[in-house]
């Protein structure tokens, strides 16, 4: 029996961007024949200006609520797709692919969940407080350039300042602090899961934001489960790969990866 590859990639964006993050990566999937969905967390469906000027529809946002927004959008498919996340929505499609969701699923720079104790995140980047729980955070430029256009000269820097970056739920980042300090905690998931769809989690050498190490560490914790986890470092990136220069082999390389690896799957199960 012939086993069909996804026809649909959904595409999770990361804390401070919202889905024209991925706009390469959507048009370069596209082409290739398939639809491509890319839907903002609850909250953040406005373009960037409208965001930057009236954050209030997330300052309540958490975790839970973005994780269960997009188990709706995938169970309303016809098909399993192909989950792809960055930085926290690395992190997300993790977990979806924890509640049973996805033919197969890419974690780029993902922020740690629940169990890995490195650092998930580096200095340059707003401290969760008591203070930012329950309220929008925004970047500074300096922030921005630090955390996702470090490769950049200070005009093109400026540039993608503008273009990508908006205003992130404080809740987001406070929950993934306590992540390892209470059980509930809404970044929990099994490692242990034997019947998750195969998972390729990428990372980039020089990554200060989300370090190579904290996604290491995940792979390690998920060779527990007889589910297929691989883990691909790729030299010389930062935490922004998916819009640098070279992203073109990282999306190619993911999606080629994700495909197969379905297939593989769904053929084991079939047998």
Same mark, same amino acid.
């Given at each position: 029996?012939?086993?069909?590859?996804?026809?649909?990639? +959904?595409?999770?964006?990361?804390?401070?961007?919202?889905?024209?993050?991925?706009?390469?990566?959507?048009?370069?999937?596209?082409?290739?024949?398939?639809?491509?969905?890319?839907?903002?967390?609850?909250?953040?469906?406005?373009?960037?200006a409208?965001?930057?000027?009236?954050?209030?529809?997330?300052?309540?946002?958490?975790?839970?609520? $973005?994780?269960?927004?997009?188990?709706?959008?995938?169970? !309303?498919?016809?098909?399993?797709?192909?989950?792809?996340?960055?930085?926290?929505?690395?992190?997300?499609?993790?977990?979806?692919?924890?509640?049973?969701?996805?033919?197969?699923?890419v974690a780029?720079?993902? !922020?740690?969940?629940r169990?890995?104790?490195?650092?998930?995140?580096?200095?340059?980047?707003p401290?969760?407080t008591?203070?930012?729980?329950?309220r929008?955070?925004?970047?500074?430029?300096?922030?921005?350039?630090?955390?996702?256009a470090?490769?950049?000269?200070?005009?093109?820097?400026?540039?993608?300042?503008?273009?990508?970056?908006?205003?992130?739920p404080?809740?987001?980042l406070?929950?993934?602090?306590?992540?390892?300090?209470? &059980?509930?905690? &809404?970044?929990?998931?099994?490692?242990?899961?034997?019947?998750?769809?195969?998972?390729?989690?990428?990372?980039?050498?020089e990554?200060?934001? +989300?370090?190579?190490?904290?996604?290491k560490?995940?792979?390690?914790r998920?060779?527990?489960?007889?589910?297929?986890?691989?883990?691909?470092?790729f030299?010389?990136r930062?935490?922004?790969? $998916?819009?640098?220069?070279?992203?073109?082999?990282?999306?190619?390389?993911?999606?080629?990866w994700?495909?197969?690896?379905a297939?593989?799957?769904?053929?084991?199960?079939?047998?």
């Open positions: 029996m012939s086993i069909a590859a996804p026809d649909t990639v +959904v595409l999770i964006h990361g804390l401070w961007m919202s889905p024209r993050s991925w706009e390469r990566w959507a048009s370069r999937f596209e082409r290739r024949g398939l639809e491509v969905l890319a839907p903002a967390w609850p909250g953040m469906e406005g373009g960037v409208e965001l930057r000027s009236a954050s209030s529809s997330i300052d309540q946002l958490g975790i839970a609520e $973005i994780l269960d927004a997009y188990e709706l959008t995938i169970r !309303a498919l016809e098909r399993p797709p192909v989950i792809m996340g960055h930085s926290f929505g690395g992190a997300f499609a993790e977990m979806l692919l924890d509640r049973g969701l996805g033919a197969s699923g780029i720079d993902a !922020a740690g969940v169990g890995i104790t490195k650092l998930s995140f580096g200095s340059g980047q401290v969760p008591a203070a930012n729980r329950h929008a955070v925004s970047l500074s430029f300096e922030e921005f350039r630090y955390s996702f470090d490769t950049l000269c200070e005009a093109e820097a400026a540039d993608a300042y503008e273009r990508y970056a908006v205003p992130a404080g809740r987001v406070w929950e993934a602090a306590l992540a390892n300090f209470g &059980p509930r905690a &809404p970044l929990r998931l099994d490692f242990g899961k034997p019947d998750r769809a195969p998972l390729l989690m990428i990372d980039g050498e990554d200060h934001v +989300v370090p190579a190490v904290v996604d560490a995940a792979a390690r998920f060779e527990r489960s007889d589910a297929v986890t691989v883990f691909k470092e030299p010389g930062a935490h922004c790969m $998916i819009g640098r220069d070279g992203w073109e082999e990282v999306a190619d390389f993911a999606l080629e994700a495909l197969e690896h297939v593989a799957a769904a053929a084991i199960a079939a047998a």
